[in-house]
């Protein structure tokens, strides 16, 4: 698939990549949609994930530090 780069400290590394192997979660979500069931991970774990990834972009780009706000249900820039 390509190659992804890991940072330690100011040392990065590229090492081979072949992605995600998450075809078993998508059949389990469209399966899901289907039959109207149930998904084996809750949607509350889904949003968390979404967000953790949205939060560390943001921080990329913006160069500041996201944080959760659980109060407001956003993500704040610092």
């Known amino acids: 698939m390509g190659e ?12 081979p990549s072949q992605g995600i192997p998450n075809e078993p979660h998508l059949r389990n979500f469209f399966d899901a949609m289907h039959t109207r069931g149930s998904t084996i991970a809750p949607v509350d774990a889904g949003f968390m994930a979404a967000a953790c990834a949205h939060m560390a972009v943001l921080s990329m780009n913006s160069g500041r530090s996201a944080e959760w706000n659980a109060a407001a249900n956003r993500v704040v820039l610092a």
């Open 4 to 15: 992804m780069s890991i940072f330690r400290g100011d040392q990065e590394e590229k090492v």
